[in-house]
């Protein structure tokens, strides 16, 4: 792919969804439904290399009862891996992953577990929906680009 001269556009690292989401841009939180934990992977893993190649900033946020999502992976200096227990409670887990978005700061990139995993711990919809409600508008605030 042609090197873009937009720093705010960002690859997903596939081609194809590039061309048909006419790529991401800094601030997208990007939501994916899946059937099986190996498709949120392979979307995982390009989106990762992608930020390895152009060098950014990226945490993931470890709390999933699936495996791993990076373990395949190298995982460069640039790479930050944060592990939290969901069953500290809702307002311990948001308020762990809130001040790592903080301390990362402007423009980093961010993969989180599959987020059904939580339904286990928190038992509600309600509960996920109040999570995205604090943490997706100060993701976007920050310029960054975030998987869930």
């Not at 762990?96 to 990139?109: N, P, S, V």
Request: charged letters at 25%; a negative charge; aromatic letters at 14%.
């Amino acid at each position: 792919m042609a090197e873009n001269p937009d720093p705010r556009i960002v690859s997903t690292g596939f081609e194809g969804i590039d061309r048909i989401l006419t790529n991401l841009r800094l601030g997208d939180n990007v939501v994916w439904q899946i059937d099986q934990i190996s498709d949120y992977q392979r979307c995982v893993e390009a989106y990762v290399r992608q930020a390895q190649a152009d060098q950014r900033k990226l945490v993931y946020f470890r709390f999933g009862n699936h495996p791993d999502l990076l373990d395949q992976l190298d995982f460069p200096a640039l790479f930050e891996r944060v592990e939290l227990d969901a069953s500290a409670g809702f307002e311990h887990f948001t308020s762990q992953i809130y001040l790592k978005i903080t301390e990362a700061g402007l423009q980093a990139f961010y993969v989180f577990d599959c987020l059904s995993d939580l339904l286990d711990t928190w038992a509600s919809d309600l509960m996920i929906g109040n999570f995205f409600r604090i943490v997706c508008p100060y993701l976007f605030e920050l310029d960054t680009v975030a998987y869930f």
